[in-house]
């Protein structure tokens, strides 16, 4: 019997801002149910793949297949449809609307309401403390909670975490890698980006490192955390 086709594959994917290209043929697996780290420093391009890969940029060239099905150039909209789910860098909470709100807003087709709240308290207890706040109001860990709850919201098969750490103290971000973790376990996918590196290492299968528009190492998350300054100031080979 075949395998079952990686949730993600990319083959030669390239991307450009007007004439300058900055994805430069990347390559990437992820295989279903594992958690892959995207790491590398400012300005490899990892935002711009992630933008890419949820539809909000078209590839110049190359292949993306999300569960064996060619995506490449697909809207956002059909790719959320398709499974995939974006927490953008930044977080994509609504800050004037309270956490019910934004947990109401990302109720889809078929899912009711109740099921996404009960879903999200039982996951994140604080939240429901602070249900009728404003979401521009809670701490940044708070708004990355309910990020995370929004994202889960619509049972995605492959979830994309960009900076979930951006801005945050050591301690919270070990919570929400632990979160993290708890999502894979339960057969989510995972792409999660991050520069700086230790924590998304502790929860990743897989790691890759991006530099300069394409993926410069894969490998073990243990030997990539080992090899990743040279990887970050050292050149690659
Ligand atoms: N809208 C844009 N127009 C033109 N160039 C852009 C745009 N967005 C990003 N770039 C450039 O593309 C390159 C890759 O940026 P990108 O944000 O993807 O990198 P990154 O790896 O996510 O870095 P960081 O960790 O700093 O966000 C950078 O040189 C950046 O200046």
Redesign the pocket.
């Known amino acids: 019997m075949s395998r079952p086709a990686p949730i993600l594959e990319l083959i030669d994917v390239h991307a450009a ?2 004439r ?1 290209e ?1 994805l430069r043929g990347v390559d990437l697996v992820v295989a279903r149910g594992a958690v892959v780290a995207l790491l ?12 890419v890969l949820s539809g909000l940029m078209r590839p110049t060239a190359g292949d993306i297949h999300l569960a064996g099905v060619h995506v490449s150039g697909a809207s956002p909209d059909r790719l959320t449809r398709a499974g995939l789910c974006l927490v953008p ?1 930044g977080r994509g909470v609504f800050p004037n609307l309270t956490v019910e709100e934004n947990l109401w807003l990302a109720s889809s087709a078929g899912v009711a309401v109740e099921q996404i709240l009960t879903q999200a308290y039982a996951r994140f207890p604080r939240l429901k403390q602070r249900r009728r706040q404003l979401a521009g109001s809670l701490s940044g860990g708070e708004q990355q909670m309910l990020s995370l709850a929004r994202a889960l919201a619509s049972d995605p098969a492959l979830l994309l975490l ?2 979930l750490s951006m801005g945050l103290a050591p301690l919270i971000v070990e919570g929400l890698y632990d979160t993290v973790a708890e999502i894979a376990e339960r057969g989510v996918s995972i792409l999660v ?1 991050e ?1 700086f590196a230790s924590s998304a290492l502790r929860v990743a299968d897989y790691a890759a490192v ?1 530099q300069g ?1 394409r993926i410069v190492a894969t490998g073990e998350p243990a030997e990539i955390e080992n090899r990743l300054t040279d990887l970050y100031f050292g050149g690659a080979a």
Do not use: C, F, H, S
Not at 40 to 51: D, F
């Open positions: 801002y007007g300058i900055v590398g420093p400012n300005g490899a391009g990892k935002t711009t793949l992630l933008r860098e960009d900076e980006v520069q991006m528009g």
